[in-house]
């Protein structure tokens, strides 16, 4: 997730509080009780009452019985193999480390590939230099598609285990989960490369050159879904700020939900994902529906699709607005919460699942 300057503060955004929390308002009036009134399901049906919040690892256990996908009780472990390695092992992998992006690339590669995905390199050349999308498909060969994404690369030197090693963790999962239950409609999952600065926001974003790539080919990319930084929680007071002073009131100050991230104009779709999700998982999972200028709103992956009108949204901890170790050497595994990870990463397949169900 790149962030352009210091997080907005409260007194700063003041000339913009009122007119932008009334759009909020307006367009999450679910937001209050979303955890007791699910809204409409991605593809338009009923979705299930959400779960009772329990135990994290009976939520996903229960959660993957009923999905019947892989063995849940490793869910946790791969994924701290899978952050440990991008964090840890392949440190830094920024633009100017193409070693450790290419090194990364080919295990995510191998990682898919070993799901039984059909998996290809998608590459492309910026300032003489090489890079790729790894992009993995389930499901039958449609023209209308399902896209699930996280970026690999980070910013300069950090670690980068929130940011985003924890995104490609849970597309990971989800590929694997995918695989026990193929969709009826092609779900392309996609790490994406060159999300940071100095890219981010150009057509050399890896998600931009991936959405140019369905265009060009005239595939309908129903719904995309970015993972950007899913591993950061905390029950603590004050832990969750926000670009908009008031928005406390509707979603208190403790950061200990999952949010689904969108533009005003496709609301359906960020409560869609989020009914789907609270209901598969039990985790607490917030709906924002604002206008892409908010702060935030369009800071990763997801952005790159509306730019031809398709309906996109992100999943996240919020980042910078909760994990106070964004892009700093700080961002480590230690600190994420794998038990949460767990049930997003159930959540997502659920919604992907749904999405992908009918044409």
């Known amino acids: 997730m790149r962030l352009p300057f210091a997080p907005v503060s409260p007194v700063e955004l003041r000339p913009l509080a009122a007119p932008m929390?009334?759009?909020?308002?307006?367009?999450?009036?679910?937001?209050?009780?979303?955890?007791?009134?699910p809204a409409a399901s991605p593809?338009?049906?009923?979705?299930?009452?959400?779960?009772?919040?329990?135990?994290?690892?009976?939520?996903?256990q229960d959660a993957s019985e009923a999905d019947a996908p892989v063995d849940q009780h490793t869910m946790q472990d791969r994924m701290r193999e899978t952050v440990s390695k991008l964090s840890?092992?392949?440190?830094?992998r920024d633009y100017k480390h193409k070693e450790n992006l290419e090194a990364a690339a080919s295990w995510i590669s191998q990682e898919l590939a070993s799901t039984g995905a059909t998996v290809k390199d998608?590459?492309?050349?910026?300032d003489g230099t090489t890079y790729r999308n790894v992009i993995a498909s389930y499901g039958p060969d449609t023209t209308?598609?399902?896209?699930?994404?996280?970026?690999?690369?980070?910013?300069?030197?950090?670690?980068?285990?929130?940011?985003?090693?924890?995104?490609?963790a849970g597309l990971l999962e989800v590929g694997r989960?995918?695989?026990?239950?193929?969709p009826s409609l092609r779900v392309e999952l996609v790490a994406f490369t060159l999300e940071e600065p100095p890219y981010f926001a150009t057509a050399n974003m890896g998600s931009a050159v991936h959405a140019k790539s369905l265009s060009d080919g005239k595939v309908e990319c129903k719904a995309m879904i970015a993972l950007e930084m899913i591993g950061f929680y905390s029950e603590e007071a004050g832990s969750q700020t926000f670009p908009v002073s008031g928005m406390e009131s509707i979603y208190g100050n403790v950061g200990n939900f999952v949010a689904v991230v969108g533009r005003?104009?496709?609301?359906?779709?960020?409560?869609g994902v989020r009914a789907t999700m609270a209901a598969a998982s039990g985790l607490r999972t917030e709906p924002l529906a604002a206008p892409s200028s908010m702060t935030g709103v369009d800071f990763s992956d997801h952005r790159s699709y509306w730019t031809y009108s398709w309906p996109a949204v992100m999943v996240t901890d919020t980042a910078f607005y909760r994990n106070t170790n964004y892009h700093k050497s700080t961002?480590?595994?230690?600190?994420?919460?794998?038990?949460?990870?767990?049930?997003?990463v159930v959540g997502v397949h659920a919604a992907v699942k749904e999405l992908a169900s009918s044409r």
């Not at 593809?43 to 996903?60: F, K, L, M, Y």
């Not at 910013?155 to 995104?167: H, I, K, L, R, T």
């Open 122 to 126: 998608q590459t492309y050349t910026v």
């Open 43 to 60: 593809t338009g049906a009923d979705p299930e009452p959400d779960a009772a919040v329990q135990d994290d690892s009976s939520v996903a």
């Open 264 to 271: 005003t104009d496709q609301k359906t779709l960020v409560d």
């Open 331 to 344: 961002d480590t595994q230690e600190k994420l919460d794998f038990g949460k990870m767990e049930l997003v």
């Open 144 to 168: 209308s598609r399902v896209v699930l994404g996280a970026h690999y690369d980070v910013v300069q030197d950090v670690p980068g285990a929130d940011d985003n090693a924890s995104g490609v």
């Open 21 to 37: 929390l009334a759009v909020c308002l307006a367009s999450m009036v679910a937001c209050s009780s979303s955890n007791s009134t």
């Open 177 to 182: 989960l995918l695989s026990k239950d193929s």
């Open 88 to 92: 840890e092992t392949w440190k830094p």
